[in-house]
C-alpha cells in the first residue's frame, strides 16, 4: 500500500532547517529551504559515512541549485532528487513531500515480496 505519512505541522519546521522523521524503519530528512511551503525530503543516511546525520546538514545554494551538505564530510545531495555532487554512486533516495492542511506528508511506497 502506498499512502501519504503525517509527519509534523509545517510550523514545526523552523525556515532553513531539515527535520529527521523515523518512518517505519526509513529515516527521512525533511528540509524547509525558506520561510513558504516548499520542501525537500531525502534519506537522513550519509552513504559516505554510514551516518544518520543529513538533516543536520548544511543548505546550500550551488549553480542556482539547492544542495544539503553533509554536517561530517560535506558532501553536497541535490534536494530536489538526492544527487551527489561530488560522486554520483553515492547518491540517495529522495521522497514526494507536501503540505495537506499545514501537515507535513511524506509519501512512501511500500514494497511487497
Same mark, same amino acid.
Request: glycine share 4%.
Given at each position: ?11 514545526? /519546521? #523552523?525556515?532553513?532547517?531539515? +527535520? ?10 525533511? !528540509? $524547509?529551504?525558506? @520561510? ?22 548544511? /543548505? #546550500?545554494?550551488?549553480?542556482? +541549485? ?10 553536497? !545531495? $541535490?534536494?530536489? @532528487? ?23 506528508? #511524506? ?7
Amino acid at each position: 500500500m502506498n499512502q501519504w505519512i503525517n509527519i509534523c505541522p509545517l510550523e514545526n /519546521i #523552523v525556515p532553513d532547517t531539515g +527535520v529527521c522523521a523515523l518512518i517505519g524503519d526509513q529515516q527521512v530528512a525533511i !528540509f $524547509r529551504p525558506f @520561510d513558504d511551503e516548499q520542501l525537500f525530503a531525502l534519506s537522513n543516511i550519509d552513504p559516505f559515512a554510514s551516518a544518520s546525520v543529513l538533516s543536520r546538514g548544511l /543548505i #546550500v545554494e550551488h549553480n542556482d +541549485v539547492l544542495w544539503i551538505a553533509s554536517p561530517l564530510k560535506k558532501q553536497r !545531495f $541535490r534536494l530536489s @532528487d538526492g544527487f551527489c555532487l561530488e560522486d554520483a554512486t553515492y547518491s540517495i533516495c529522495s521522497f514526494p513531500v507536501r503540505v495537506n492542511n499545514g501537515y507535513v506528508q #511524506v509519501f512512501l511506497e511500500q514494497h511487497h515480496d
